[in-house]
Nanobody
Framework: QVQLVESGGGLVQAGGSLSLSCVASGRTFRDYAMGWFRQAPGKKREFVAAISWGAGFTYYADSVKGRFTVSRDNAKNTVYLQMNSLKFEDTAVYYC?????????????????WGQGTQVTVSS
């Protein structure tokens, strides 16, 4: 099992930037891929970005491609989400998650462990 703790959320104006962090503990960090998801009020949770165990491969949702960057530091057991050019529609609770194995995925069912979430609010 992996314990995940996100931080870095907050309030930002449209066009601004925020950086989220997620620190993992428990299983060996290199043994799994990591993902970011988000859930806006009244909407289903959706995939945002994912990064492979060795950081060699990344996936992005079309809605954030070119604006968000996912990265990880395996020495610090931490995954990051740099969010630039934020839009009002990026407002959501952001969750980091760890896959069961090393496979890279955009599917929620492939993620075994989840953080508690951090709120990101973008004012228009």
């Amino acid at each position: 099992q992996v314990q995940l703790v996100e931080s870095g959320g907050g309030l930002v104006q449209a066009g601004g930037s925020l950086s989220l962090s997620c620190v993992a503990s428990g299983r060996t960090f290199r043994d799994y891929a990591m993902g970011w998801f988000r859930q806006a009020p009244g909407k289903k949770r959706e995939f945002v970005a994912a990064i492979s165990w060795g950081a060699g491969f990344t996936y992005y949702a079309d809605s954030v491609k070119g604006r968000f960057t996912v990265s990880r530091d395996n020495a610090k057991n931490t995954v990051y989400l740099q969010m630039n050019s934020l839009k009002f529609e990026d407002t959501a609770v952001y969750y980091c998650a760890a896959t069961q194995g090393r496979q890279l995925s955009r599917l929620e069912d492939d993620y075994a462990d989840w953080g508690q979430g951090t709120q990101v609010t973008v004012s228009s």
